[in-house]
């Protein structure tokens, strides 16, 4: 009996030999492969060649940008296209641009390349192991690309990139690894396969997962100067989910089940290598593989085409063949729909997240629109509330600024000490700005603010550029003014008084030595008469410091007590305005276009549909 082997694809597809393209998403050069059709026979021949050498090609020329930028739609996918694009230009917050791309991309061709992951659930040896027998051809001998594919030990999170191609390399490209296979089932239909992993622990606190968790996968990047790793998104069409035993089982029904996947279910599948009794009851949404009877069922086919039956029934009864038939469905157009059935999800899911966001937008606008504008009675409420305040504030200023230069240690501060109470000054002042100015009423400030954004008369503050710190919502003269004072009139206060010290010094120092000199230079000057220079050189000194200190202490004191005075009357006259003009109704600027585009989008895809 002649051995049923399994078909990997339905039917051939001819590719695009002049579709070069680069992809955004991942920044990697994409080129299809020109193909033959090929009967049975010559496609054997073809497999029966060696296979077991992987070199590495040389760079690939590639056509001009002109190609990529000169896009050919197909007519029927036009409108669909055009109202994509305009989804893209309006950057809606919702939608994932590297799917949308991705959708875009396969609507400007007949035959779009499907790619596909297979992520290992924290492990990618279970998906390297599936790879290999997905893509193996029982008709030709062991490949090196098959042992280098279980025996690959790079950092996982940079992924590996398997393409078709007629012989097995390594194409070189520092983004990513990437190697090519002559798999049939690449090939035929038109598919790339992304192996890397997925860390089924770093969101178990997470509410739910959506589609991106499982078709938007994140590989790693080094770029070429820094050596820095990059995290990039790589979206995919489909993905295979692999874990391994009674743990890998649970943890995907476990993620599974708090997913929301929506009308994408159909393009997540889990491959779980556990071996049943048996392996053939499997479900649309999960299969039990048993890679070692696959492996052992391929091995013995290789080894002589004599165990055909015996590889039949190992193939067959190790669960993998509905995978491959699940992948067989990506390259098939239904007879209902002129789109790929496997684009078709993705573009639905787009439209979806495109109509979510424009909802959101909408409801936001009328939101700010409609907002409560707080009546005359409530306004009356919070005017009078503001006097309330003033009151307090200006009662604080004098009661607890007074409290803290009445305090030992700014009295402490007096002429006479400052020989060695310099370095305080700077602390002394700061503390008594920072725990005596006007602490309460500022915490004040900040509690109304709140009473008057949930009466609806301050919106909720915004960055002006993402990198750019949330501005407070609340008047800052009070803050902005103490952070003045410690910046400008400290160090100035703290510099005079070293210059007095210093002043203080040098001339008692000079004076006492030109004392000494004249003692010494004149013999007829007595002591009485040499030590008058000291004394008139210390007396000098020590008033002039005395007087200058005094005068800038009690000139700071009042510039503190009147800046305070001033940003009162600033933050009161603030508080009016917030409560007299805050809270009206504001402009309808929405831009209609992004929900145009995506009503045309449905539009044009239900016409696909029908």
């Known amino acids: 009996m002649a051995p049923r082997l399994r078909n990997a694809l339905g ?46 090609s040389d760079p690939r020329e590639f056509t001009s940008s002109t190609v990529i930028t000169a896009k050919s739609v197909p007519p029927r996918f036009k409108e669909l296209h055009a109202a994509l694009e305009g989804v893209k230009d309006a950057s809606l917050e919702q939608v994932n641009l590297s799917r949308l791309q991705l959708a875009l991309r396969g609507l400007e061709t007949e035959a779009p390349l499907i790619r596909v992951a297979v992520l290992g659930l924290n492990d990618a040896t279970s998906a390297r192991k599936l790879v290999r027998l997905l893509l193996a051809d029982p008709l030709t001998p062991r490949a090196n690309w098959e042992d280098i594919l279980e025996s690959y030990d790079a950092d996982t999170s940079r992924g590996l990139l398997i393409r078709y191609g007629e012989t097995s390399e390594s194409i070189p490209n520092d983004l990513l690894p990437t190697i090519s296979v002559p798999s049939p089932m690449l090939k035929e239909g038109n598919l790339e396969l992304l192996v890397s992993t997925l860390g089924s622990e770093n969101g178990q606190t997470a ?12 590989v790693t990047i080094q770029t070429s100067h820094s050596g820095r790793h990059n995290a990039v998104r790589y979206p995919v069409h489909r993905t295979i989910v692999c874990g391994s035993g009674v743990d890998g089982l649970l943890s995907y029904s476990t993620m599974i089940g708090r997913s929301n996947l929506k009308n994408e279910v159909s393009s997540i599948r889990g491959a779980i290598e556990l071996a049943v009794a048996d392996q053939k009851s499997t479900s649309e949404r999960i299969s039990l593989v048993d890679t070692d009877r696959a492996n052992s069922a391929l091995n013995k086919f290789r080894e002589s085409v004599d165990h055909a039956r015996d590889y039949e029934r190992g193939w067959n009864g190790s669960g993998v063949q509905p995978l491959i038939d699940w992948l067989a469905d990506s390259s098939n157009t239904s007879s209902g729909s002129t789109m790929n059935p496997t684009l078709l999800p993705l573009v639905e899911s787009i439209i979806d997240s495109a109509d979510a966001s424009v909802l959101a937008q909408d409801a936001k606008a009328l939101h700010d629109q409609t907002a409560g504008i707080a009546p005359e009675e409530i306004r009356s409420k919070l005017d009078r509330g503001i006097t309330t305040w003033a009151e307090r504030a200006h009662s604080e200023l004098r009661s607890s600024l007074e409290e803290g230069l009445a305090s030992p240690r700014w009295r402490g501060l007096a002429w006479w000490k400052l020989f060695w109470r310099v370095d305080d000054v700077s602390m002394i002042t700061s503390e008594i700005l920072d725990k005596r100015f006007l602490r309460r009423a500022e915490q004040e400030v900040i509690w109304a603010s709140g009473k008057y954004q949930q009466a609806g008369l301050l919106d909720e503050p915004s960055p002006s550029s993402p ?26 206060l703290q510099s005079l008084a070293q210059s007095l010290v210093l002043f203080s010094v040098s001339t008692t120092t000079l004076t006492s030595a030109l004392s000494a000199l004249t003692y010494v230079g004149i013999p007829s000057a007595g002591v009485y008469e040499s030590c008058t220079l000291a004394a008139v050189g210390l007396i000098y000194s020590i008033r002039r410091q005395q007087k200058r200190w005094d005068a800038a202490r009690t000139f700071w004191e009042e510039e503190v007590r009147e800046e305070g005075r001033t940003s009162l009357l600033e933050t009161e006259a603030s508080l009016r305005e917030i409560v007299r003009t805050g809270g009206q109704a504001v402009e309808d600027l929405s831009d209609p276009r992004p929900r145009e585009n995506v009503a045309r989008a449905r539009k044009a895809l239900e016409e696909l549909k029908a």
């Open 11 to 56: 039917l051939s597809r001819p590719l695009n030999v002049s579709a070069v393209f680069y992809c955004p998403s991942c920044a990697i050069w994409r080129r299809t492969l020109s193909t033959r059709n090929l009967d049975k026979t010559s496609t054997l021949r073809r497999n029966a060649r060696p296979q077991n050498t992987i070199t590495a």
């Open 207 to 218: 509410a739910t997962f959506n589609a991106d968790t499982f078709l938007v996968p994140t």
């Open 467 to 492: 990198g750019d710190l949330v501005p407070a919502s609340w008047p800052t003269q009070l803050s902005d003014l103490r952070t003045k004072l410690l910046t400008t009139t400290v160090p100035s």
